[in-house]
């Protein structure tokens, strides 16, 4: 069965340091990927998604991802985390199966400290 | 634009109430689903919906009963409330295809006494 994992539940940096929230996923399939961020009290929105076009992928405010087969990994990174980066981010892989469930990982709260 | 709308935001109830939780996109989306967000869980899913007149059970749907009677609305309905079922629900919609987004509402806030 298709799941991700994301390591650490929370992340703690300063501002202006590097931002690497870990996901590793198993599929047995090439997978579709995404990342979503979650502010307070707010729905999900997209970060950026892997669809096999480009293995490093960017999306908004800085962020991008790399997805690694021969690792099953997709972290993401930023290279400067700001104080408005503070949030939950979620790592998620679509199932390419009936409905197009979209498993998510348990989630990782980032701390952002002047 | 609106996308995805969620009714009410936030609810108490007692133990055995019954309510029910409204989605509605304006996305003309086939696909809907509703997640429970718990601390430390992450999102799972409670029931998902492929089509108009379609339903079927995700990864948590007992206790939960949904219904699509109309393309652009999901129903989360609880017949009878449990203290186990006091979470943040969140109504989700997309299109066909793998690698398509999903778009969330902005969650309801339900706690049950």
């Given at each position: 069965?298709?799941?991700?994992?994301?390591?650490?539940?929370?992340?703690?940096?300063?501002?202006?340091?590097?931002?690497?929230?870990?996901?590793?996923?198993?599929?047995?399939?090439?997978?579709?990927?995404?990342w979503y961020v979650q502010y307070p009290n707010q729905g999900l929105q997209l970060l950026?998604?892997?669809?096999?076009?480009?293995?490093?992928?960017?999306?908004i405010n800085?962020?991008?991802?790399?997805?690694?087969?021969?690792?099953?990994?997709?972290?993401?990174?930023?290279?400067?985390?700001?104080?408005s980066d503070a949030a939950e981010y979620f790592?998620?892989?679509?199932?390419?199966?009936?409905?197009?469930?979209?498993?998510f990982?348990?989630g990782?709260r980032l701390?952002?400290?002047? | 634009n609106a996308g995805v709308t969620q009714?009410?935001k936030f609810?108490?109830?007692?133990?055995?109430?019954?309510?029910?939780?409204?989605?509605?996109?304006?996305?003309?989306?086939?696909?809907?689903?509703?997640y429970?967000q718990?601390?430390?869980?992450?999102l799972?899913?409670?029931?998902?919906?492929?089509?108009?007149?379609?339903?079927?059970?995700?990864?948590?749907?007992?206790?939960?009963?949904?219904?699509?009677?109309?393309?652009?609305?999901?129903?989360?309905?609880?017949?009878?409330?449990?203290?186990?079922?006091?979470?943040v629900y969140f109504c989700a919609?997309?299109?066909?295809?793998?690698?398509?987004?999903i778009y969330f509402g902005e969650g309801s806030w339900?706690?049950?006494?």
């Open positions: 069965a298709q799941s991700v994992t994301q390591l650490g539940s929370h992340v703690s940096v300063s501002e202006g340091a590097l931002v690497l929230l870990r996901c590793n996923y198993s599929s047995s399939v090439p997978p579709y990927l995404f950026l998604k892997y669809t096999s076009a480009a293995t490093l992928v960017k999306g800085g962020f991008e991802a790399e997805f690694k087969k021969s690792e099953t990994s997709f972290h993401l990174t930023k290279p400067s985390a700001h104080m790592c998620a892989v679509t199932l390419n199966t009936g409905g197009f469930k979209t498993i990982g348990a990782t701390f952002v400290k002047a | 009714t009410p609810r108490v109830l007692k133990t055995g109430q019954s309510m029910t939780l409204l989605c509605a996109q304006d996305m003309n989306h086939e696909y809907m689903y509703w429970r718990d601390p430390g869980m992450g799972r899913l409670i029931h998902y919906s492929v089509g108009e007149g379609t339903t079927a059970k995700g990864e948590v749907p007992d206790g939960y009963n949904v219904s699509r009677l109309k393309k652009q609305n999901f129903l989360l309905g609880l017949e009878s409330a449990a203290p186990s079922q006091t979470s919609s997309r299109s066909g295809g793998s690698g398509n987004t339900l706690t049950v006494v």
